[in-house]
């Protein structure tokens, strides 16, 4: 049987502040397995990201354009391209976990499962019912939940929306609320 790999999600709406969450994950030397790091990208937002400030070298950036990409084979033959013995993927908000679900290889173990939501547009999209749709797949397989520019939702009742809408998906995923000034 093939290695484990251990892959690390992270999840949420373009602009939601997935790739920051990243970028500074892979800043920490904390996060050094002394493993090769495969970083897939599913989507390209406003950010880039800046392998000159990882914490730790042998990390392969490739980029996922298409769901189509998304096959067992083809991320088999990225795995072995990179050498990597974890997974790094930022997933694109508009498709469902299930089609990621059913095509990870049989030696890929998501690990863990991070959502990132944007403050200042996570209530419109909690109220819209195809957004509320693709927010609660991410959510219900989430161990946590940011929501980053807390600004914007930092009153009682945006809160107890939002309290609301992450329970609706899961009673394990715990809610972090991130503001500006990083705390």
Not at 4 to 32: A, C, R
Not at 95 to 103: G, K, P, R
Not at 156 to 181: G, M, N, P, T, W
Request: charged fraction near 25%.
């Amino acid at each position: 049987m093939a290695k484990q790999i251990p892959v690390y999600l992270f999840v949420g709406q373009l602009e939601s502040g997935k790739t920051k969450f990243i970028q500074e994950t892979m800043e920490d030397p904390n996060f050094d397995s002394g493993d090769k790091t495969l970083l897939l990208v599913c989507e390209e937002g406003e950010l880039e990201y800046d392998p000159s400030r990882f914490a730790f070298g042998g990390v392969h950036v490739a980029q996922i354009e298409d769901k189509s990409e998304l096959t067992p084979e083809n991320l088999t033959a990225l795995e072995k391209k990179s050498g990597c013995g974890r997974v790094i993927i930022e997933y694109n908000g508009m498709w469902l976990l299930q089609d990621l679900a059913n095509n990870l290889p049989e030696n890929w173990i998501v690990y863990q499962c991070i959502a990132t939501a944007d403050g200042t547009t996570a209530l419109t999209y909690a109220r819209d019912n195809s957004m509320r749709s693709l927010m609660l797949d991410k959510i219900a397989r989430s161990e946590l939940i940011v929501f980053n520019r807390a600004e914007a939702v930092n009153n009682d009742a945006a809160r107890q929306e939002l309290h609301k809408l992450v329970r609706q998906a899961s009673r394990k995923c715990d809610i972090a609320y991130e503001f500006k000034d990083g705390s």
